[in-house]
């Protein structure tokens, strides 16, 4: 069993940063698939970004150029990032980091962007 752990949500104003986290641990595979989703108030949950354990990043087209995804592999574990820059109030969701296309699920932290 792979176990998540999210950080870093919180409010910010309109054009400003966040950096989540998503900490892995447990039974984590050799070659693996971890990625950031989103779900809005009464929006489906939506993949926007990705990144398997050779590189790879997958960026959704709602938010490239600004968000950036990343990997920092440790002895028996994996953190995964989304760097988010240049906020806007359409970014407001709740954000899941994900392992293996489902196998595992974050608890989600919230983001809020307002001014």
């Known amino acids: 069993q792979v176990q998540l752990v999210e950080s870093g949500g919180g409010l910010v104003q309109p054009g400003e940063s966040l950096r989540l986290s998503c900490s892995a641990s447990?039974?984590?595979?050799?070659?693996?698939?971890m990625g950031w989703y989103r779900q809005a108030p009464e929006n489906e949950r939506e993949l926007i970004a990705s990144?398997?354990?050779?590189?790879?990043?997958?960026?959704a087209d709602s938010v490239k150029g600004r968000f950036d995804i990343s990997t920092n592999n440790a002895k028996n574990t994996v953190t995964l990032y989304l760097q988010m820059n240049n906020l806007a109030p359409e970014d407001t969701a709740v954000y899941y980091c994900?392992?293996?296309?489902?196998?595992?699920w974050g608890q989600g932290t919230v983001v809020t962007v307002s001014s």
């Open positions: 994900n392992y293996n296309l489902g196998q595992a």
């Open positions: 447990g039974s984590i595979s050799g070659f693996y698939v």
């Open positions: 990144i398997t354990s050779l590189g790879a990043p997958y960026i």
